[in-house]
C-alpha cells in the first residue's frame, strides 16, 4: 500500500537555525498537509498546499514557515530561526481530495519527524 | 466553528474485555469524522472514517463506531481488547467551515491493554 514518507525522523537544532523536514507524499496525490504536535498536546493543522500554492493556513503558520513542492515528489516544510517552542512533531499528510471538495477523502499521514529545538 | 472533544485522556483495559474511547464534536454542518491511531514511533493510521453514509461504520482490526447526531457523538468500540491494541487514538471532525474542509484533531486518548 502506498505510504506517505518522512525524513528526517528526528531532527536536532539550535536555537535561530533554519531546518527543512522533507515528505514525500503518496504519488497520484494533489492535496498535501502539514501538522504539528507538541508534546502532550493536539495535533494542530498548520497548511494545506495545492497547485503549488497554500490553500489553507492556520495562524500558527506565520512568516517563520513556508511551505515549497521543489520538484515532483518532494513537500517541504522549511522553519526559519527556530525557536524552543517550535520542538513538536510534526507531520506531514496527503489526500486524493482537498480541503474544497464536495468529498472528504481521509488524510494520510508519514510517521512523522520529531523536531528538538535547544 | 466545528470542534472535538475526546473525554478521556486514558483509558484502561484487560485483554479480552470491551473498549468504549469517547468522542462528541461541535459542527456547524453535516460533518465528517474520523477516527485515527498512532502506535508509539508510528504515524497516524485511519481506522475509519464516516461520511454521511451508514451511521454505523466498521474500520480495520474489529474497530467500530456509531455517528449519533442526536448526542453529537461518534464514540470507538470494540468488543475485545488486544494486547496490540495499545496506542494513542485520535477523533478528527472535518466540516465546510469558510468554504474549506480542514480536519480537526482531538487531544487524543491513550488505551493501555492489560494482559
Known amino acids: 500500500e502506498p505510504e506517505v514518507t518522512q525524513t528526517p525522523s528526528h531532527q536536532v537544532t539550535q536555537m535561530g537555525q533554519e531546518v527543512i523536514l522533507r515528505c514525500v507524499p503518496i504519488?497520484?496525490?494533489?492535496?498535501f498537509y502539514w501538522y504539528r504536535q507538541i508534546l502532550g498536546q493536539k495535533v494542530e493543522f498548520l497548511v494545506s498546499?495545492?497547485?503549488?500554492?497554500?490553500?489553507?493556513k492556520s495562524e500558527i503558520f506565520d512568516d517563520q514557515f513556508s511551505v515549497e513542492r521543489p520538484d515532483g515528489s518532494n513537500f517541504t516544510l522549511k522553519i526559519r530561526s527556530t525557536k524552543l517552542e517550535d520542538s513538536a512533531m510534526y507531520f506531514c499528510?496527503?489526500?486524493?481530495?482537498?480541503?474544497?471538495?464536495?468529498?472528504?477523502?481521509?488524510?494520510?499521514f508519514g510517521n512523522g519527524t520529531r523536531l528538538t529545538v535547544t | 466553528a466545528q470542534s472535538v472533544t475526546q473525554l478521556d485522556s486514558h483509558v484502561s483495559v484487560s485483554e479480552g474485555t470491551p473498549v468504549l474511547l469517547r468522542c462528541n464534536y461541535s459542527?456547524?454542518?453535516?460533518?465528517?469524522l474520523f477516527w485515527y491511531v498512532q502506535h508509539p514511533n508510528k504515524g497516524l493510521q485511519l481506522l475509519l472514517k464516516?461520511?454521511?453514509?451508514?451511521?454505523l461504520v466498521k474500520g480495520i482490526n474489529g474497530f467500530e463506531a456509531e455517528f449519533k447526531k442526536s448526542e453529537t457523538s461518534f464514540h470507538l468500540t470494540k468488543p475485545s481488547a488486544h494486547m496490540s491494541d495499545a496506542a494513542e487514538y485520535f477523533c478528527?471532525?472535518?466540516?465546510?467551515?469558510?468554504?474549506?474542509?480542514?480536519?480537526?484533531f482531538g487531544r487524543g486518548t491513550s488505551l493501555i491493554v492489560h494482559p
Open positions: 498546499f495545492y497547485n503549488n500554492e497554500i490553500s489553507e
Open positions: 459542527s456547524s454542518y453535516s460533518p465528517s
Open positions: 478528527v471532525v472535518s466540516d465546510r467551515t469558510g468554504g474549506s474542509y480542514i480536519p480537526t
Open positions: 499528510a496527503s489526500s486524493s481530495a482537498g480541503p474544497r471538495s464536495s468529498y472528504n477523502s481521509p488524510l494520510h
Open positions: 504519488s497520484n496525490h494533489l492535496y
Open positions: 464516516y461520511t454521511s453514509a451508514a451511521t
